[in-house]
């Protein structure tokens, strides 16, 4: 369902984004607040050192001024991306943006200043000062990068310019949301069908070929018409994402990344490597797309059209809703409840509009509720998409309500560790309400599919992102040519010989919104390689471990990402998770071939 005018869709199927304020105005005074008070900080500058309970009230004032700026930011946000092409709201997301660089910059001289202070002193403060008690893990992780830390003018300096920082993000968002056109298409009726972020997915899983192909065409040759823009604003992001790695004396923008989240270089190194081995597989699976759907040469086009004919039922949002609660009951009453809280209080944003930004995610302040943005169009896969932005938002929920602010947001490692365990528990649940061999292989095919699009293919995202810094690192110049020439390689590679390549496809990294958030989409493999582990243990020890995994979704940030995941029963620090989920796509690849 694609709505030209968002008014005309009922409230229930929108986003109670009247909760955090009732209008822009009102946010607009809250940003004048967050000024003055970032403002005033600076009263603390020269002081951190000075005893332990001046520490403790410019850390609980920090905390003040930025969380007052999520509500802020998080309500420009999502107004702006409810239409990307209303210019108040265009307006009031930079305004809320250019409120967040001046906070960095009032706040800048912290670092760099407790830095200076002594790890004795700083124990000392924290004997002394029961308030600072609540910041122990934050000041462990304050001493573990005072190395990156610069003085307080350069700080300031880079807290300045940080506003610019997203510009490449933002103009890209602005181009892929707002300005690009693929045009329309002939669908199987003979009528135009508008090819759109919305649709693309759908038109290319459409079982006539004819009509993926010009899906297709009209999609990348879109983004091709602009890939010297697209390769100037990619090449610039990246750059940036080099510089400031130097700046602050990381040894690669790779690392830089990783530091935050504590990862050793080697998890990234890992996944890529145990995914290379197990790409005899994925190339055993383009075999079999090849044979069952008959085609001469497999193209790229081909690739998400479903091996067994997809059910043609609409699903109602109020369905899926249903189907949502029978999966997740597995993890017990008290998730149950939250889950219902989540439907009942218009959480979720659903239906595709006119200016809408595409795709799905969960958003939200620390006192907010934990938002969802969908584009539903009652597809199965829309049902996995709601589960999944779901298992964001409960988690934000169940953190949120545990942790205090300081601790309550969480890494995208462990985020996408509660999204896709609650899709594996919904494709558990499919499969053994199959009740035909049609549907078990369709399901197969559905969940093979999300291993090659959340395993392999972000790993091959995450491939790419590792060449194209370490390109930048060595002084190349990443133009169209070379984008698309590594990316074709790239996936020539992934894909096998099964696969006929064309020259559109070199294009695809210019329209992958997650390469502006450089070394990002590796979590998604690394979270689904853990849920995959962790949806297995809920389904055979039951209430035991569902309330441990509860438990982990309370954590939050009080902790580094792969020592919380210990505590949830996977070790993400060696291969063997990775290895496992890959052992598990075998396992139903061989069930999907004994049944077609």
Not at 61 to 81: G, L
Not at 210 to 232: C, D, F, V
Not at 473 to 488: H, N
Not at 581 to 590: Q, V
Request: net charge negative; hydrophobic share 35%; charged share 25%.
């Amino acid at each position: 369902m694609k709505e030209k005018d968002r008014k005309k869709i009922k409230k229930r199927y929108q986003w109670n984004i009247e909760s955090m304020y009732p209008n822009a105005q009102a946010c607009r005074a809250d940003m004048e607040k967050v000024r003055e008070l970032a403002a005033s900080y600076g009263t603390y500058s020269g002081k951190l050192g000075n005893d332990a309970k001046t520490l403790a009230e410019a850390l609980k004032a920090r905390d003040e001024i930025w969380q007052k700026a999520e509500n802020v930011y998080v309500y420009a946000r999502m107004k702006r991306d409810e239409d990307n092409r209303i210019p108040e709201f265009q307006a009031l997301c930079d305004q809320s943006q250019t409120m967040l660089a001046g906070i960095a910059e009032a706040t800048s001289f912290f670092a760099p200043e407790f830095a200076r202070i002594s790890k004795g002193t700083i124990r000392r403060f924290l004997e002394e000062e029961p308030s600072l008690q609540i910041y122990g893990h934050l000041i462990d992780e304050l001493l573990r990068g005072r190395s990156h830390v610069l003085s307080t003018k350069e700080e300031k300096l880079l807290a300045g310019l940080s506003e610019l920082s997203g510009a490449t993000n933002d103009a890209f968002t602005m181009l892929n949301n707002a300005d690009i056109r693929f045009g329309s298409i002939r669908g199987e009726d003979g009528r135009p069908v508008e090819v759109t972020h919305g649709t693309y997915v759908r038109l290319m899983q459409n079982r006539d070929r004819r009509i993926r192909q010009k899906a297709y065409r009209r999609m990348y040759q879109a983004y091709e018409k602009q890939k010297n823009t697209l390769a100037t604003l990619y090449n610039y992001n990246t750059k940036q994402d080099v510089i400031f790695a130097r700046i602050r004396k990381h040894p690669s923008a790779i690392e830089a990344a990783l530091f935050g989240d504590n990862v050793p270089l080697s998890v990234y190194d890992n996944l890529i490597e145990e995914v290379h081995r197990a790409l005899p597989g994925m190339h055993r699976y383009m075999e079999l797309k090849k044979k069952t759907l008959s085609v001469p040469k497999l193209r790229m086009y081909d690739l998400y059209v479903p091996l067994v004919p997809r059910p043609e039922k609409y699903i109602s949002y109020e369905e899926a809703q249903k189907m949502v609660k029978r999966a997740l009951r597995p993890l017990g009453e008290e998730y149950a409840g939250v889950l219902e809280r989540a439907f009942e209080e218009r959480w979720a944003d659903v239906f595709e509009s006119e200016g809408k930004t595409s795709g799905a995610y969960s958003f939200g302040s620390y006192d907010s509720l934990p938002f969802m943005l969908l584009n539903y169009d009652g597809r199965l896969e829309d049902v996995f998409t709601l589960i999944h932005e779901t298992g964001h938002s409960i988690h934000a929920y169940f953190t949120r309500n545990t942790q205090p602010y300081v601790y309550g947001s969480h890494s995208i490692f462990t985020a996408e560790v509660a999204s896709t365990v609650n899709e594996a528990l919904l494709m558990r649940q499919l499969l053994g309400e199959a009740g035909s061999k049609e549907e078990k292989a369709y399901l197969l095919n559905l969940y093979l599919e999300e291993f090659r699009t959340t395993l392999f293919r972000q790993t091959m995202f995450a491939e790419f992102e590792r060449a194209t810094h370490g390109a930048v690192e060595a002084g190349e110049v990443l133009t169209a040519g070379w984008l698309s020439e590594t990316y074709a390689a790239l996936n020539r590679m992934y894909h096998g010989s099964a696969m006929e390549q064309d020259d559109l496809i070199s294009m695809e990294w210019s329209r992958i919104p997650h390469f502006y958030h450089a070394f990002y989409v590796y979590k998604y493999a690394t979270g689904y390689s853990a849920a995959t582990a962790l949806s297995a243990s809920i389904l055979e020890k039951g209430d035991e471990a569902a309330g441990s995994y509860v438990d982990f979704l309370r954590t939050g940030e009080s902790n580094y990402p792969i020592e919380l995941l210990k505590t949830a029963g996977v070790d993400m620090s060696g291969p063997n998770p990775v290895r496992n989920a890959l052992a598990t796509f075998r396992w139903l690849l061989d069930q999907l071939e004994e049944l077609l």
